[in-house]
C-alpha cells in the first residue's frame, strides 16, 4: 500500500492534458495557451470550445457552437415553477445544486459511455454539455429576480454569453466595458487543474453518473468556503475595512493576529496569479473610465492592495483571482453571495471538459483507507450496556 | 511524486475507524461489530448511531436518536410543491439529488466548523445528520406517489424506520416480515468502507460544504451504473429469462459471450460476500412463509442462484448483496427504479460518519494530476486557422 497523504497532496488522480500550472513562473496554460492570450483574444465561447475538444476551434465550428450555447438558454416552465418554491433567504449555491440537478430529469440523456463508445459519440457529449453550460446562466440570472419576487428575464439570442448574462441579471442592455470583464472573468475562472470541485467531477464521473449530476455535485464541492467562496469574503472585508484610511489599520491588526487578508496569496503560485495580473489591469481600465465617479469600495481595495504590496510582496504574497473579480462582480450590480455561482457558471467549461477526458479513459475511484478503528467485537444486548 | 495509480486503486485516502472488510474472510465490520451480529440484533436506527458516534448507544441514547428521527420525518410543504414540478419519467436518483440538495435551503445549518470546534458541536452536527437521514426515506417514497399522480402518504410516529418506510410506499399496515427484511437490508447497505460515493463525501466535505451539499454529491455517485445500479439490473435480468426452465441456457450464453451475470461476485471479496449470505437466509425465509404461493421471479432466481453456484463458486464468484436484495424489494412492492433510491437512503448513514469523521481532522482534497497536454503555443486568430 502507498503511503497516507491528507487531502491527497501531491498524488496523482489522473492523467489529463486540459490545462497545466506553472507555479513557479506564474503561468496558467489552458491546452497549451497561456491565460493571457485567451483573455485578450479569445471569448468564454470559444476557450469553452478549445476546453472541451482541445484545439482552437474554425470559424465554422465556432459558429455552430455559439448557436446551440444560444438556443439552449431557455429552461422549461417547470424549472421555474421548481425553483419559486425554494426558500428566497437559501444560499444561490444551493438554489444551483437543485436546479442542476433537475436538468437530468427535463433533458435526459442516454446511459454514460466510455472508452471508444464515448469517443464514437462525441456529438452526443457535445450536445449535452451545451445543455449544460447554456442553461447555468439562466438559472443563476432566474433565481436573482425570482428570489426578489420578480418573474425573470428572458435570455436574447442577439447577445454574447457575457453580454446576455448581465442582460438576463438586470434586464438593462449591457455596458460593453463591464460585458468584456465579465467575458474575461469567465475564462480566468473556466479551468485551473485538479482543484477539488473538479477533482469531484472525476470521481461522480467515474461511476458513469449522468453529466447533469457530477456537475451538480461539483457544484456542492465548490460552494464550501474553504473553495469556492473567497471572492464573496473579499467584499465583506472590504465593507468591515469602510474607508481608505482605515485599511492600515484594518491589515496590520489582521497580519499582527496572524489572520487571513481576503485574496491575498494562493497556494499553487510562489508568484503573482496570472489571472489577478490580467484582473488588475482591467480593474485599472474601469476606474480610468469611471473617472471621478468611482465606487467607494474601489478605492478601499486600491489601498488595501497598495499596502500588502508594499508589506507582502517580498514573502511572494500578492492580490489574488479573488480580490479584483469580487470588486469587479460588486461594480456589475452582482451580489456578493452570487459570486460562487458566477464562478460555478464559468468552470462549468472546465468540468465538463474533464468529464469527457475521465470517461474517455475510465476506472472507477475506489481509493483504500487506513483502517485505525476497533477490532473484532461483540454485540452486547441494549440492557446490559 | 507518487506513483499514478488509475482510480487511486490502492491509494490510501482516509484514516478511517467506521467500517473495515476482510475480503479473504468475507467479514464486514461496522466499528468492530460484525455485520451478522447487527442484522440479528440491532434495527437500522440503532446501527445508524453506532456508526455515527462509533459506540452501541444506551437505552436513553437510542430512545431520544428515534425520537428525532420520528419528528424529522415531516418535509415542508414547499418540497412536495418543488417535487410536483419534477417530470414523472424522470430517475428517482435525479429527483433524490434534486431534493436533497435543495433541504439546505428549506433546513439550513450554521457555516461548518473543523477540529476541535466540530467536535465539541455533536449536538449540532447530530441534529444535521437527523434531519437528513429522516427525511430521505419520506422524499423516496414521497416520489412514488407524485410520479403517479397521487398526493403522499404523510409519515407516521409509531413506526420504526422500516416499518414507516413500508407504510408511507404503500399506505398500507407494513407486513412485519417484509418490515424485518427491509430493515436487515438498510443495515446491511448502511456503511462499506471508501467506495466511490463514500469517497465523494470525503472530497465534498474537505471544502467545508454543507452536509446537504455533500450527500447531494455522493447520491449523483451512487447513480452512476457502475456503483449503485446493479439490483435493479438483477430484476431486469429476471425478467429478460422469463421463466426456470430458460436459466440455464441463458447463463451458459452470458458465460460464453464472457457477459457480466448481474447479482455475481463482488470485486472485495474473494469468498462470499457476507451480506449475501444474510438476505439469503432471510430469501429462503420469506420462501418458506409464503409456500406455494410464489412470485414467478423468485422461482427464476433460485434456479439462477443454482446454477451459478454449480458454475462459479469454484472461481470464487457468488451471488452478492445485489442479487438477493434486488429481488426482496421488487417483493415488497418497490419499483425497480427506487433499489438505488433505497440504498441511498441506508448509506447515508455510512455517508454522514464519514462527513464527521472527515471533518473532525480535516485537510481539503488537492491532489495532483500527470500533465500528457501541449507545451506552450501561441493564439492563432481565428481568420488564420
Given amino acids: 500500500m502507498s503511503e497516507y497523504l491528507p487531502g491527497l497532496a501531491g498524488v496523482p488522480a489522473t492523467k489529463s492534458n486540459i490545462s497545466d500550472i506553472d507555479g513557479q513562473k506564474g503561468i496558467l496554460t489552458y491546452r497549451g495557451f497561456p491565460l493571457e492570450q485567451l483573455a485578450e483574444h479569445s471569448s468564454f465561447e470559444e476557450t469553452t470550445l478549445l476546453l472541451l475538444d482541445g484545439e482552437l476551434p474554425s470559424a465554422t465550428s465556432l459558429a455552430d457552437f455559439d448557436m446551440q450555447l444560444k438556443k439552449n438558454r431557455v429552461v422549461k416552465y417547470h424549472i421555474r415553477e421548481l425553483m419559486k418554491n425554494l426558500p428566497s433567504r437559501g444560499h444561490p449555491m444551493e438554489m444551483l445544486q437543485t436546479a442542476v440537478a433537475s436538468l437530468g430529469m427535463f433533458y435526459p440523456g442516454k446511459e454514460c459511455l466510455t472508452g471508444e463508445d464515448f469517443c464514437e459519440n462525441l456529438n452526443y457529449v457535445h450536445d449535452m454539455t451545451v445543455k449544460i453550460i447554456a442553461r447555468m446562466a439562466t438559472i443563476v440570472t432566474m433565481w436573482q429576480h425570482l428570489r426578489n419576487g420578480y418573474e425573470p428575464v428572458n435570455p436574447r439570442?442577439?447577445?454574447?454569453?457575457?453580454?446576455?448574462?448581465?442582460?438576463?441579471?438586470?434586464?438593462?442592455?449591457?455596458?460593453?466595458?463591464?460585458?468584456?470583464?465579465?467575458?474575461?472573468?469567465?475564462?480566468?475562472?473556466?479551468?485551473?487543474?485538479?482543484?477539488?470541485?473538479?477533482?469531484?467531477?472525476?470521481?461522480?464521473?467515474?461511476?458513469?453518473?449522468?453529466?447533469?449530476?457530477?456537475?451538480?455535485?461539483?457544484?456542492?464541492?465548490?460552494?464550501?468556503?474553504?473553495?469556492?467562496?473567497?471572492?464573496?469574503?473579499?467584499?465583506?472585508?472590504?465593507?468591515?475595512?469602510?474607508?481608505?484610511?482605515?485599511?492600515?489599520?484594518?491589515?496590520?491588526?489582521?497580519?499582527?493576529?496572524?489572520?487571513?487578508?481576503?485574496?491575498?496569496?494562493?497556494?499553487?503560485?510562489?508568484?503573482?496569479?496570472?489571472?489577478?495580473?490580467?484582473?488588475?489591469?482591467?480593474?485599472?481600465?474601469?476606474?480610468?473610465?469611471?473617472?471621478?465617479?468611482?465606487?467607494?469600495?474601489?478605492?478601499?481595495?486600491?489601498?488595501?492592495?497598495?499596502?500588502?504590496?508594499?508589506?507582502?510582496?517580498?514573502?511572494?504574497?500578492?492580490?489574488?483571482?479573488?480580490?479584483?473579480?469580487?470588486?469587479?462582480?460588486?461594480?456589475?450590480?452582482?451580489?456578493?453571495?452570487?459570486?460562487?455561482?458566477?464562478?460555478?457558471?464559468?468552470?462549468?467549461?472546465?468540468?465538463?471538459?474533464?468529464?469527457?477526458?475521465?470517461?474517455?479513459?475510465?476506472?472507477?475511484?475506489?481509493?483504500?483507507?487506513?483502517?485505525?478503528?476497533?477490532?473484532?467485537?461483540?454485540?452486547?444486548?441494549?440492557?446490559?450496556?
Fill in 157 to 385: 439570442k442577439d447577445l454574447s454569453y457575457a453580454e446576455n448574462f448581465l442582460y438576463m441579471l438586470t434586464g438593462k442592455e449591457p455596458d460593453p466595458l463591464l460585458a468584456k470583464i465579465l467575458d474575461v472573468c469567465l475564462i480566468l475562472h473556466a479551468e485551473h487543474t485538479i482543484n477539488a470541485s473538479t477533482f469531484s467531477v472525476l470521481v461522480t464521473a467515474s461511476t458513469l453518473a449522468s453529466p447533469y449530476s457530477v456537475v451538480a455535485g461539483a457544484i456542492g464541492t465548490l460552494s464550501g468556503p474553504l473553495h469556492g467562496g473567497a471572492n464573496q469574503k473579499v467584499i465583506e472585508m472590504l465593507h468591515a475595512i469602510g474607508s481608505p484610511d482605515k485599511a492600515e489599520e484594518y491589515i496590520s491588526n489582521r497580519l499582527k493576529n496572524k489572520e487571513v487578508i481576503w485574496g491575498m496569496g494562493h497556494r499553487e503560485y510562489k508568484t503573482k496569479d496570472p489571472r489577478a495580473k490580467i484582473l488588475q489591469k482591467l480593474f485599472r481600465n474601469l476606474i480610468e473610465k469611471r473617472g471621478g465617479n468611482i465606487n467607494p469600495l474601489f478605492e478601499i481595495a486600491l489601498e488595501v492592495e497598495r499596502i500588502c504590496e508594499e508589506r507582502l510582496a517580498s514573502k511572494g504574497v500578492y492580490a489574488n483571482v479573488d480580490f479584483y473579480s469580487g470588486i469587479l462582480y460588486a461594480e456589475m450590480g452582482i451580489p456578493a453571495d452570487q459570486f460562487t455561482t458566477i464562478f460555478a457558471v464559468a468552470r462549468s467549461a472546465g468540468w465538463l471538459a474533464h468529464w469527457r477526458e475521465q470517461l474517455a479513459d475510465n476506472r472507477i475511484f475506489r481509493p483504500t483507507q487506513v483502517y485505525i478503528g476497533s477490532g473484532i467485537r461483540t454485540y452486547t444486548p441494549i440492557d446490559q450496556r
